[in-house]
């Protein structure tokens, strides 16, 4: 396994006259994830004016309720378009990493994760990992964000066995597929997600548009992680 440096510097090269088509590519999810928010704040927000309008006030209990339902929604409608698009743009690096392509088109390279041949896929298998996860969390938080990196390749698993043999693989073996991957390696990724936390901060003082250029930064960073992990744990 290559170093964090040498990763990114990967991510860079792929990157390196493909900064607008990955911007644009970035373009439609961000917009989306900003209006999600934006929605579930306004379906929150206004239930909790209408009961202080009506009582005069509201109290502490109502207003964790309201939030909490909302955020809860929001996290598993964010998470799952996050794992639609995500898959998509990595799928698309991972693709010029390995010089089955050349060029980005971001208004369908978006949305490869949406075909008809992924998107069932993604939706069971980020269902299911959110279910395995949590179960892990409710033993204690370590084990529940250990389980997360170890089920964090299922997508590049899916797409790979999809891709070699034109048929929907199995859901869970390609959990355990990434578990196995991942055996050794989550401290790695841990390392590279901590690596990148300057550049979220930068990214959250421009009010979230610093991610249009962070996001295919990410991605292409994470695809060559998992170019690079040994694929005989998959054998």
């Not at 306004?42 to 209990?61: E, F, K, R, T, W």
């Not at 693709?95 to 008809?116: A, Q």
């Not at 892990?136 to 043999?165: C, H, M, N, R």
Request: with cysteine; hydrophobic share 50%; proline share 3%.
């Amino acid at each position: 396994m290559k170093s964090i440096g040498e990763l990114k510097r990967e991510a860079k090269q792929m990157l390196q006259g493909r900064w607008k088509d990955s911007v644009l590519m970035c373009l439609v999810p961000t917009l989306i994830a900003i209006a999600i928010t934006a929605v579930l704040v306004v379906v929150a927000v206004i239930p909790l004016m209408a009961l202080m309008n009506s009582n005069g006030s509201i109290d502490a209990s109502t207003v964790e309720t309201a939030s909490s339902t909302g955020n809860g929604g929001g996290g598993l409608i964010n998470g799952l378009f996050a794992a639609l698009f995500g898959a998509g743009i990595s799928w698309t690096f991972l693709d010029i990493l390995r010089g089955k392509r050349t060029e980005i088109n971001p208004f369908s390279d978006v949305f490869r994760g949406f075909n008809g041949a992924f998107v069932l896929g993604i939706i069971v298998i980020f269902i299911l990992t959110t279910i395995f996860t949590t179960l892990w969390t409710f033993l204690f938080i370590i084990p529940g964000i250990i389980k997360a990196y170890a089920y964090s390749q299922a997508y590049f698993v899916y797409y790979d066995t999809y891709e070699q043999t034109g048929m929907r693989p199995d859901f869970l073996s390609c959990i355990t597929g990434s578990r196995h991957l991942m055996n050794g390696y989550k401290g790695k990724l841990f390392l590279l997600d901590l690596s990148f936390i300057g550049w979220h901060i930068l990214a959250l003082f421009t009010l979230g548009i610093g991610y249009l250029w962070l996001t295919p930064y990410i991605s292409a960073t994470k695809a060559a992680f998992y170019e690079n992990l040994p694929k005989q744990a998959l054998a």
